[in-house]
């Protein structure tokens, strides 16, 4: 019976630094975390990039684009949420002309292709949470560009998987 309050204290010492990590991590994913997840892009930060994937050599398209199709669901999921269907489908209408242009630019010497199927990939389960939450009418444009961003995703995969 002696020893059962110095193994609880043995414990609570060794919790402690766990605990500090624990809360160091969650702090960090609330700041920084909506920046990385672009639920804080600008219009014109949007823009900045789509010019700057324009006229970006061939190999650095794909992951730029794959950025663009990233944060562009993310805005179609504010603008969704907040009621806008009509400018929410306006975006992803521009989320299938990007995942457009990343199929035509998929090529052999793509750089940061893991880190673009990666992008694809995680804006392809943020989507389908977007469609479980939408109205019956804004369904058919998420639903065709889900299908795109999925056979997107399964070409990347395999240009990854081929290298």
Not at 3 to 31: C, D, G, I, K, N
Not at 87 to 93: P, R, T
Not at 125 to 132: A, G, P
Request: hydrophobic residues 40%; contains cysteine.
């Amino acid at each position: 019976m002696g020893l059962q309050p110095e193994w609880r204290l043995s414990v609570r010492r060794e919790m402690r630094p766990v605990s500090a990590a624990v809360v160091l991590s969650v702090l960090s994913l609330l700041y920084v975390g909506p920046k990385a997840w672009g639920l804080v892009e600008s219009p014109a930060a949007l823009a900045a990039l789509q010019d700057k994937a324009d006229q970006s050599r061939p190999k650095d398209r794909c992951f730029l684009y794959a950025e663009l199709v990233s944060q562009m669901t993310d805005r179609a999921s504010q603008q969704f949420n907040s009621g806008d269907s009509v400018q929410g489908s306006m975006s992803l209408e521009l989320v299938q002309r990007y995942a457009e242009k990343i199929q035509m630019g998929v090529a052999d010497d793509t750089k940061k292709l893991k880190g673009a199927e990666a992008l694809i990939r995680r804006t392809v389960f943020r989507l389908k949470d977007i469609m479980h939450e939408a109205s019956y009418e804004d369904r058919p444009v998420m639903e065709a560009t889900l299908r795109q961003l999925n056979e997107l995703q399964m070409r990347l995969m395999m240009q990854v998987f081929k290298k």
